[in-house]
């Protein structure tokens, strides 16, 4: 136990601070934009438990945890609109406190399952008693209706123990397509209501010009 806790330890740092430093991004937006991509983030550590199993089914021996486990330290970004997760993205390919490794678009190439997300595995350093550490850290980035669709999902296959009878998994896969077309409307709504608002603007100011 002890050992794990040594183990774990650089990873509760790593979610920690990474969570205060992507809040801090949500809140530079929100006084600096009159709309921020990120709604609200999330982080966990990976129970040991999940540790284990996941080791177990993708054959990584566990020496070699902190090379080959890449979500240990997990954190969670929630947007608004699609495109929002662009915005995000390229704020985090900006940034020189972490580097990134691999970036995976399960938005343009969804799973079989149906899951969308986009995930960003970075290399990020943590100081400790013992010098700098480096460690590897996922971030998913998704709509709030990805988010859903994924929590359920992820609960559901919980109980299922990963083994969903066929027609489900057809249900399922529809369920993600319908959270998907929500994603899609909203946009469009979105963007017709800009739209509506920048025609107001406009037509406000050539009144007011026409009054001079
Ligand atoms: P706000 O803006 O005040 O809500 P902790 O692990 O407790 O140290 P944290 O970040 O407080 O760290 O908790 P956690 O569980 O990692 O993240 C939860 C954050 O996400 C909280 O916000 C929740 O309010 C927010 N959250 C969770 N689910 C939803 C949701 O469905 N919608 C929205 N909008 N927010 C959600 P904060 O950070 O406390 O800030
Ligand atoms: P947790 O903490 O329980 O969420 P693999 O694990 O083999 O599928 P890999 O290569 O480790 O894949 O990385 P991938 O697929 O980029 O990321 C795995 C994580 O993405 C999962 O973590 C989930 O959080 C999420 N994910 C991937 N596919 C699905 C899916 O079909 N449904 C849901 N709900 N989430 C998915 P874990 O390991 O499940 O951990």
Request: hydrophobic share 35%; glycine share 4%; net charge neutral.
């Amino acid at each position: 136990m002890k050992h794990w806790d040594q183990f774990l330890e650089p990873y509760k740092h790593a979610v920690e601070e990474l969570k205060v430093k992507l809040k801090g991004i949500r809140s530079q937006y929100e006084l600096h934009s009159d709309h921020s991509p990120i709604e609200f983030v999330t982080g966990r550590v990976k129970p040991i438990a999940s540790i284990l199993d996941k080791a177990h089914q993708k054959g990584i021996s566990l020496d070699k945890l902190d090379s080959e486990m890449q979500d240990i330290a997990g954190l969670r970004i929630m947007c608004q609109f699609v495109d929002d997760i662009k915005t995000v993205v390229e704020q985090l390919r900006s940034r020189n406190d972490f580097e990134i490794v691999e970036e995976r678009d399960y938005i343009s190439h969804k799973k079989a399952s149906g899951y969308r997300s986009y995930h960003v595995v970075i290399r990020y350093p943590v100081q400790t008693i013992r010098g700098e550490r480096m460690i590897l850290a996922e971030i998913q980035i998704r709509t709030l209706a990805m988010n859903f669709w994924a929590t359920v999902e992820h609960s559901l296959n919980y109980k299922y123990k990963g083994l969903f009878p066929e027609d489900i998994k057809i249900r399922l896969q529809r369920a993600a397509e319908a959270a998907f077309r929500l994603d899609e409307e909203m946009s469009t709504i979105r963007g017709e209501i800009q739209d509506a608002q920048a025609f107001f603007t406009r037509k406000k100011e050539m009144q007011q010009d026409g009054k001079k």
